[in-house]
């Protein structure tokens, strides 16, 4: 079950700030944030090697996406598209708001349920498939300003484990300064093992089976309307943040 956290601040100089944890099987074969399509030149993100599509993203207009599984859900199924192309689908467009409003048209019950989160330094999005149960048109909904969670359930609920138990120590941490690359707070938050004794509560998992935290990432967006404007900043741990092997992502 991945993990997203979105803290809106708008009007701030760094008025969008991501945190995500990637929970995956971990012979899902993979390769880190880059520029991996040649039909996209302007896309920086992770690319499935098994599907082609990818599960975060950043483009060079300042767009983010990313892509997560809903409950019961994992993996590939006969017939479905992958839900990595939803990524690579928002990240064509050079406002979050088209993209929200482009995704929303497509066929929901094409692919296997998902969340995806698409936002700028404006505006940011919560999109939901429910699969073939669900309505045909993803749901598409605003993320408020303030910190949100999301993970296989809906944005923000309280009947996931790990939100109940995370979201209020997220919305209490000390709040990241991208401008001088402090981090901290957020990257121990992302390596928490503890679960309060319900192991879907944890932020990182590594299980027998395979299924683990493989890779995690934080993600800023500077302000577009500064007068003096700054590059976004993409930070990714590969292996997950718990093993803290933290660097920046090229973005040029």
Do not use: K
């Not at 956290?5 to 760094?14: F, K, Q, S």
């Not at 039909?39 to 993100?45: H, S």
């Not at 929901?108 to 940011?124: C, E, G, K, T």
């Not at 993600?219 to 093993?243: K, M, Q, T, W, Y």
Request: charged share 25%; glycine share 8%; with cysteine.
């Amino acid at each position: 079950m991945c993990t997203v956290v979105l803290l809106r601040r708008p009007g701030h100089d760094w008025p969008l700030l991501l945190a995500a944890n990637r929970d995956e099987m971990r012979d899902r074969p993979s390769r880190p944030p880059g520029r991996h399509w040649p039909d996209r030149p302007e896309i920086v993100a992770g690319l499935d090697e098994l599907a082609g599509g990818s599960w975060l993203g950043l483009n060079d207009h300042g767009v983010v996406a990313a892509a997560l599984n809903r409950r019961n859900s994992l993996g590939p199924a006969p017939g479905c598209r992958s839900r990595g192309e939803l990524v690579l689908d928002a990240l064509d467009h050079a406002d979050a708001a088209d993209a929200a409003e482009a995704l929303a048209a497509l066929d929901a019950h094409a692919f296997r349920p998902f969340n995806l989160i698409v936002a700028d330094d404006r505006d940011a999005y919560w999109l939901s498939g429910r699969g073939d149960a669900g309505p045909r048109r993803p749901a598409l909904a605003p993320v408020p300003a303030g910190l949100s969670m999301l993970t296989a359930y809906d944005l923000d609920d309280r009947a996931d484990p790990r939100i109940a138990r995370f979201h209020p120590q997220w919305t209490a941490a000390a709040v990241p300064d991208p401008a001088s690359d402090a981090w901290t707070a957020w990257e121990t938050l992302l390596a928490r093992r503890d679960d309060g004794g319900d192991p879907r509560a944890a932020m990182t998992v590594a299980l027998a089976t395979g299924f683990a935290t493989v890779s995690s990432a934080l993600i800023a967006l500077p302000n577009g309307a500064s007068p003096h404007p700054v590059a976004p900043v993409f930070r990714v741990a590969e292996d997950g943040a718990l093993a803290g092997n933290w660097r920046r992502v090229a973005l040029t």
